[in-house]
């Protein structure tokens, strides 16, 4: 079965516990970067053909938050929310000619 969205942003959503000596993405703000990143998109009137959602841990908890695009496979690292308009930006400059991303 085909999906109905054309790119998923996955957002490592783990949490830890404080003490955890290698941290979490959620500790870094993760979750603040995923409702950036759902607003960003709901504001460009892309979220019916990219989806960003949370994910659990990609492995590579120090340098969180981290997200992937699927099926780009392009990861980002130390996400901030001020780098989301930038990301979401970038995302439509790389498929300028595929219709279903566009501004």
Not at 38 to 51: D, M, Q, V, W
Not at 80 to 100: A, C, R, Y
Request: net charge neutral; charged share 30%.
């Amino acid at each position: 079965m085909d999906s109905k969205y054309k790119r998923y942003i996955f957002v490592c959503t783990n949490e830890r516990a404080p003490e955890h000596p290698r941290g979490s993405c959620v500790a870094l703000g993760a979750n603040q970067v995923l409702e950036a990143l759902k607003n960003e998109l709901r504001a460009k009137n892309l979220n019916f053909e990219i989806r960003a959602n949370k994910c659990g841990c990609m492995d590579i908890c120090e340098s969180g938050p981290n997200l992937l695009i699927s099926p780009d496979n392009k990861w980002y690292h130390q996400v901030k929310v001020e780098q989301v308009k930038g990301i979401v930006e970038e995302l439509i400059e790389e498929h300028p000619d595929n219709p279903s991303i566009k501004i």
